[in-house]
């Protein structure tokens, strides 16, 4: 494929949701400058493909922190992580056609951010390779897919997949980096580094929207807007990187109350589902 396969981004966004390939959704072309003219539109029905995967209902146990000395385990690891980056690029790219009502600044955005998920996704193919673990070796779960469709607008999205899911992986890359660096593993703890690092940004992104459409960024309107049954539970790591979180344009009273929140008995179940 080249660029001018696609006459538009919403063709382009649409193509990489159903890339035939594994190649396609690792090393997409370039996306095309021009949006279509905005136009009211029913919400895609759109699924993705998963080529050379296979899709489990449920998704496999993730490798524990003592067995990481194997590097198999670490690449196991990875697996997932890869697949939360690929589900990730894929969704942003959904948004773009769920929401054509947006702002162009903002579509724009979530094209960006595409680009940075498939970027990160590389990064962790490479590693898994070196480790002896090839991308598709192992059961995937749509997990993402399941809760973020249910997003009926763009401040839901923005709620759940910015603020929510990315949020939490400011505290995931940090706790994995360490884990990797104990067992001697420089280079994957320096990539959980660095999409860490990028990922700040990308949280900003969700909370300067959040604040445009809600008026302003507060916890509990945070709450309100997050498509059932996902919580604060599953979209937060403990430690709280507050640090992370601040650049991200949380406020300490976000910071705190999202610390302090506790989740009714039926949330639990939720949490030991997630994806990390």
């Known amino acids: 494929m080249t660029p001018e396969t696609f006459d538009d981004v919403e063709a382009w966004a649409e193509g990489y949701v ?22 009211p539109a029913p919400r895609p029905e759109l699924r993705p493909t998963r080529p050379g995967l296979e899709v489990a209902a449920k998704a496999p146990k993730k490798p524990k922190r003592g067995a990481l000395g194997d590097p198999r385990a670490r690449g196991r690891l990875l697996h997932g992580f890869l697949h939360h980056e690929l589900q990730a690029a894929e969704l ?37 390779e070196r480790l002896g673990v090839r991308f598709g070796a192992i059961p995937v779960r749509d997990w993402f897919w399941e809760r973020m469709v249910a997003c009926a607008t763009p401040l839901q999205f923005v709620a759940a997949m910015g603020l929510g899911f990315e949020g939490g992986n400011l505290e995931h ?29 990308h949280v900003r992104f969700a909370a300067r929207w ?8 507060d916890f509990d309107a945070w709450v309100e807007e997050l ?8 979209l937060r790591g403990k430690p709280l990187d507050r640090a992370a979180r601040a650049a991200a344009g ?9 610390e302090a929140w506790s989740p009714a008995p039926r949330f639990d179940a939720e949490a030991d589902r997630a994806g990390r």
Do not use: N
């Open 18 to 39: 159903r890339a035939s390939s594994l190649a396609g959704k690792l090393a997409p072309p370039a996306p095309p400058t021009a949006f279509r003219a905005p136009r």
């Open 92 to 128: 942003m790219c959904w948004a773009v056609l769920a929401y054509p009502e947006t702002p162009e600044p903002f579509r724009r955005g979530l094209v960006e951010i595409a680009l940075d998920e498939v970027r990160h996704a590389q990064l962790y193919a490479a590693h898994m």
């Open 173 to 201: 890359t940090r706790r994995y980096a360490g884990w990797f660096r104990e067992v001697g593993d420089e280079e994957g703890a320096a990539i959980q580094e660095r999409i860490g690092r990028e990922e700040i940004a």
């Open 210 to 217: 959040f604040a445009t459409w809600k008026g302003a960024l």
């Open 227 to 234: 498509p059932p049954p996902l919580s604060p539970m599953v």
């Open 250 to 258: 949380l406020d300490e009273a976000f910071l705190d109350a999202l």
